[in-house]
């Protein structure tokens, strides 16, 4: 499809300059997917077929959650590790980079964003300025995508602000005869920005449709339940630590004085995230969303509740358009999808076991593996059981272990009765790995499990290869994917989750945590929907679980149940993505990155030389790396775009 050229003399319309972020841009370069053999904004809007092409320009700008080449929530934290020294051509270096502490301001990691999604706003503003004009688009169809377009705007600027803080809001494109002051736009406070987004979702929501009608053609595309979602996360921000009331932030100002962030903590912030997560809640039920169960009827083999629950769990990621699913990125592709899954998977077929599909090259850290629950549901700390118990003792597996465990396997005793959701999301050493063409589980042994050590099957292989932390990242391979040749690997794709409703459940949790505590009016909201994410995953309830296994009933005050949803959140949601921004919403990550990246000692056979704890990477974090640079070469162009504090 060729490329829309914008013709400067003959518009009548208004564009943004792009003082934002560069000097100049070819005019070739103002739209991605366009009429063909059309020059002008008039024409675009002339007729419907031309116009949902440009609707589909507005789509086309959004970010590739999951994709390891530019979201740096997968490789850029502390949740997933890779090799430590990347080349070029080696997948998500400059996420990775980050994470390694190499973030500058000169060419700023992951810059692309603020390039894009400015020019996408640009072109949310043109869409929204026209689309009333297209004669034979009915006015249902007129609201339908004025509406898809809001909600990207608002997604947009949301996006941006997470990354950067305070950005300069675009309301409406400048005219393209605006002079050189009004080109060089400010920062708007921060609080402005939030209160935007939430008015771009406000006049959005009700024009979207409550489910896809066709979703044939139409999945991925944006609805209400999508949008209350995201209006429920974006008010959690709003009065997160990182944005209400952050001192760290009260001296960054626009050279005109104005203070970007506020300096006063505002409760009134939590009360409308709760309002927003209730509603959004609603709109979800209403259309029959619920926690993803697995169905075993789909299978010839009657199985048994282990493998259903850790089923459920998996699937709940990685089972494409599943009832928990509010919103899935079409826009990451398939190519993308796989490419994780190879990169994450074990090869497991002994028959096949050269297979260069499967590159165990993403690795979660060991203290991603410290963090899951015991069998009791509380942290390994807290357990009363596990309080003398050596975590690093070697232990022996036995018949009643053999769904989670190879029986005979030895392997550590961190690797024992743990919860189910640290089987369904980690392949380990002697771990059972469920599915890959191998379903019935009334035979164990018959069932893949994981040999990483250095003379098993998925031990080390050459220095790119392999299990460097000990750790595989399984949640998000699909339990039906199969190597089906020597070289090949059949992979199910799926849309990368942006929200699940669990997630939903959390924040509307963590919310009312935050407003009144646990025993205010809302305590069966909070400690009803936590429990039950905990129920599908096996464990009983946050109070049973304290009262009968942990030192204290931490539950009771409103800094314990803190601690509480924030490990839920960080458990549930696990290598999806989530940890990244929430550990910088809550202002935490110093407390995060202080236990440094580590592993098993992988070029060792023996277990009792496997089993050392080896250090791979200390990462380094400041104030300064709670958001991003914006690029020097920008606050050059453009000297009321003040730089973001410690840059």
């Given amino acids: 499809m060729k490329k829309y050229i914008v013709d400067k003399c003959k518009t009548k319309f208004y564009l943004l300059f792009t003082m934002l972020f560069v000097t100049s841009i070819s005019c070739s370069d103002y739209l991605d997917i366009v009429p063909d053999n059309i020059a002008t904004i008039e024409m675009a809007f002339s007729m419907r077929s031309e116009a949902k092409k440009y609707l589909y320009t507005c789509y086309s700008y959004l970010p590739q959650d999951g994709n390891l080449a530019s979201d740096p929530a997968i490789l850029g934290g502390d949740e997933m590790w890779s090799l430590i020294d990347p080349s070029p051509a080696q997948f998500g270096q400059d996420m990775f980079r980050l994470a390694q502490g190499f973030q500058n301001s000169n060419t700023p990691l992951g810059n692309s964003v603020w390039v894009n999604l400015y020019q996408a706003l640009r072109h949310c503003n043109i869409f929204l300025e026209n689309v009333d004009k297209v004669p034979d688009l ?6 339908l995508w004025r509406s898809e377009v809001l909600f990207l705007k608002a997604y947009y600027h949301f996006y941006l602000v997470r990354m950067y803080g305070p950005i300069p809001l675009i309301r409406e494109n400048l005219p393209i005869d605006a002079g050189v002051d009004e080109v060089k736009v400010y920062r708007d406070p921060i609080d402005d ?7 771009l979702l406000d006049e959005a929501i009700p024009g979207l449709p409550l489910i896809i009608e066709n979703p044939t053609s139409d999945l991925g595309r944006i609805t209400q339940p999508i949008a209350a979602a995201l209006k429920a996360k974006v008010l959690v921000y709003a009065a997160s630590p990182l944005f209400n009331g952050n001192s760290d932030q009260t001296t960054l100002r626009n050279p005109d004085g104005t203070l970007l962030f506020p300096a006063q903590f505002e409760i009134s912030k939590w009360e409308k995230a709760v309002s927003a997560c209730q509603e959004a809640i609603d709109i979800c039920h209403s259309v029959g969303m619920k926690l993803y169960t697995y169905n075993p009827s789909f299978q010839q083999y009657q199985l048994t509740d282990t493998i259903v629950t850790q089923l459920s769990l998996r699937n709940a990621f990685c089972e494409k358009w599943n009832s928990e699913i509010i919103w899935g990125n079409t826009k990451t592709g398939r190519g993308n999808i796989q490419q994780n899954q190879r990169l994450a998977s074990a090869n497991l077929d002994v028959q096949y076991i050269d297979n260069y599909q499967m590159r165990a090259q993403l690795q979660p850290p060991l203290k991603i593996a410290r963090m899951f629950y015991t069998e009791n549901g509380v942290p390994i700390e807290e357990d009363t059981e596990w309080a003398n118990r050596d975590i690093l003792k070697l232990k022996v597996a036995e018949k009643a272990d053999n769904l989670y465990i190879r029986e005979g396997y030895t392997t550590v005793q961190l690797h024992f009765n743990r919860e189910p959701r640290f089987y369904a999301n980690l392949g380990f050493d002697g771990g059972v790995w469920y599915g890959q063409g191998r379903y019935d589980d009334s035979q164990p042994e018959e069932l893949f499990y994981v040999a990483c050590r250095r003379s098993g099957a998925q031990g080390k292989k050459g220095r790119e290869f392999g299990p460097f932390t000990g750790y595989y990242w399984k949640k998000c391979v699909h339990f039906q994917n199969v190597q089906s040749s020597e070289n090949g690997y059949d992979i199910e794709y799926y849309p990368w989750p942006i929200i699940r409703l669990a997630d939903l459940y ?8 935050e407003l009144e505590g646990p025993n205010g009016s809302n305590q069966n909201y909070l400690f009803g929907y936590i429990d039950l994410i905990r129920e599908r995953a ?5 109070k049973y679980s304290w009262d009968n296994f942990a030192h204290t009933k931490k539950y009771q005050t409103q800094e314990g149940m803190r601690e509480i949803i924030h490990r839920e959140r960080l458990i549930e949601l696990a290598l999806e993505g989530q940890r990244f921004w929430d550990i910088r919403r809550w202002k935490a990550v110093p407390d995060y990155y202080q236990t440094p990246i580590e592993g098993w000692n992988i070029t060792e056979s023996n277990p ?6 080896v250090p791979i990477f200390e990462q380094k974090f400041s104030v300064k790396d709670y958001f991003w640079p914006i690029r020097e070469a920008y606050i050059e162009n453009n000297r009321n775009l003040v730089q973001n504090i410690g840059w």
Avoid: H, R
């Fill in 138 to 143: 009915p006015d249902w169809e007129k609201t």
């Fill in 193 to 199: 920005c939030f209160n935007y987004i939430e008015e």
């Fill in 538 to 542: 096996g464990l009983e309830g946050v």
């Fill in 506 to 513: 959390l924040l509307y949790a963590e919310a009312i945590n």
């Fill in 608 to 613: 009792d030389l496997f089993y050392n704890v």
